[in-house]
DNA sequence: CTGAAAGCGCTTACAG
DNA sequence: CTGAAAGCGCTTACAG
């Protein structure tokens, strides 16, 4: 097309070697900070850059190198403190090595439609990092097979994925309930969307079979949507009948409004009743919960140093299963 | 450098084209669903694709189109039914004309300074949608002067914002409590970061004005962080000394647990104890909250709207203000 | 309907 | 230390 011009005219590198009277590689150099130019060449085309107001493009770079600089997140949702720990840490590692983040929460089923639409959103960054997402069914006739992919609670076939031993969680709760002489509740999340991880599942098996190992059972579980709304229900019906019971929520997140009702109802949190939950999300540190301790930040440090090493290329081998170990911790409730 | 060749070597257009016995052109073509291409050269072209397993090169076709078709949403957090439905609203316009959005939360302080770090994060997509971030301060020197970018819930000297009117909102809480014969609480927020937004503030303001206008005067402003343990402490200790009162929190987010804790504590909500929320969060449909609405979803599609126009060329006045009208909701509480 | 070719704006090996 | 030039992988006006 050669004569087409772009309605604005922007200013691009060649502009600026121009005014500065040097070539188009040295004003590359200066932006660059390559050690290569001389301290007066390099004065002269940063002057030139600032008088003329130039910007790289950085589509032109990219092309170029072959790299962003840039991972996309995929995460299920955009809420809760689980995320943000999990973001921060993944920052934390991508930010030494030179790399940002962009995220990209399914929250809803257009989300994944659009994705499904324009795949590069995908394949303009230089790997992605998947949470608790079937990536082997989203990602498949997606993005090419050799995009660097690390699972973060999934469990995937093609791609590196960091796990917790979520049953294991399960089983030593179970184990810590099991000496109670109360009954036994369960309140946790039922998956209602195929996509969806299975980790409350998997939390919620291992506390039952360790429970049955020990020759106790749970009296009763109570699927609730994810908010604190339903939960309060819940437990109003529980508190209601029994004054004494221990509680499991596969979540922090849910046990938090069952000791608020416990306690204005007066009822002993810790005595009477007892509390544990999974996680130990800020909130758990906050209100002196029991919980089962996931290494959220451990995990999300170590899907940013896999995932920057397989862009590198210094992992080669074949993808890997990384399973963490939770561990009980013994609060107050 | 002529000879470099990346170590792994991807399958491009070209290759494509070899392999279908056609031009890179007519590939192309292909590629963007053009109708001039005849039906078994079509054909010829997707099966080469398909047997080469090629996926294009998004980095190319933006360098050469000179767009992205995605647009960066920076808010100060990521958690949040504010969030989800600002967002929602968003995409679906964004969709409606071939946009994908990416999330750059600000979520602590390094995510900004990566941004300042990298600022080509930003000038990688075709425009910004900023909601309540002071643009003016984070923006400036760190991309293009002429890169379009619509701001919410923050004013902004040098583009377009999308703002209700936090003031007046305030002002009909007030005009409506006004009439309550019991004491005036207000429970808020407290602006922490400088780059935060001042609607809190606002809302505050227009609703103490409206109430001393009518004689009467708030009895105490409780200032919490945005979480609800803290609101349930405040809660209590209001309830403790007054069984009759009204409440105004300048969000919903603060109303439920100061209704959960009037509610066990056996307190009449809606006779003795009035609360009044703002927003009209999908939670204060649900718990039934007297609330000021805010028309979230309108403002995240006028932001998408107005940006797209101003991407498209088709808006080129100088930035507008479109101040949104708040309206009371009365409900049970 | 189709192909050859220029151009998008950078980076970088090469030859001074 | 520096410049000229090839190349990254697309799109698209032009001329069949």
Redesign the pocket.
């Known amino acids: 097309?050669?004569?087409?011009?772009?309605s604005f005219?922007?200013v691009?590198?060649?502009d600026v070697?121009e005014y500065a009277?040097?070539?188009?590689?040295?004003?590359?150099?200066v932006?660059?900070n390559?050690?290569?130019?001389?301290q007066?060449?390099?004065q002269r085309v940063l002057e030139a850059i600032k008088v003329l107001g130039?910007?790289?493009?950085p589509?032109?770079?990219r092309?170029?190198?072959?790299s962003s600089q840039l991972i996309t997140v995929i995460t299920p949702e955009m809420k809760g403190d689980f995320y943000q720990i999990l973001m921060s840490a993944i920052d934390e590692v991508l930010f030494k090595y030179g790399y940002s983040s962009l995220l990209y929460p399914l929250y809803n089923e257009k989300k994944y439609e659009a994705l499904k639409r324009s795949s590069d959103i995908l394949l303009s960054t230089d790997g992605l990092i998947v949470d608790a997402v079937n990536v082997d069914k989203v990602l498949s006739n997606i993005i090419k097979p050799q995009t660097p992919v690390v699972c973060i609670e999934q469990d995937s076939d093609d791609y590196d994925s960091i796990m917790v031993d979520n049953y294991y969680g399960g089983v030593i709760a179970g184990d810590y309930f099991a000496d109670f002489d109360m009954d036994i509740f369960v309140v946790t999340h039922r998956k209602t969307h195929e996509l969806e991880s299975t980790v409350f599942d998997e939390r919620l098996e291992g506390f039952q079979e360790s429970l049955e190992k020990k020759g106790r059972s749970i009296d009763k579980v109570y699927y609730v949507p994810l908010d604190w709304e339903s939960t309060f229900e819940v437990a109003r019906r529980i508190f209601y009948r029994f004054k004494r019971c221990a509680i499991f929520t596969t979540t922090d997140y849910l046990a938090v409004p069952i000791i608020e009702v416990a306690r204005t109802m007066g009822l002993k949190v810790g005595e009477d009743v007892r509390v544990c939950g999974f996680d130990d999300l800020p909130i758990a540190q906050i209100l002196e919960i029991t919980t089962v301790r996931q290494p959220i930040a451990e995990m999300g440090r170590l899907a940013a140093e896999t995932l920057v090493k397989r862009i590198s290329g210094k992992l080669k081998e074949k993808p890997k299963k990384y399973i963490l170990k939770p561990e009980l911790v013994i609060r107050s409730t």
């Open positions: 097309m050669a004569k087409t011009k772009r005219q922007r691009t590198i060649k070697a009277k040097v070539g188009v590689g040295t004003v590359s150099r932006l660059n390559s050690p290569h130019v001389d007066h060449t390099r130039y910007f790289p493009n589509h032109a770079r092309l170029s190198t072959g």
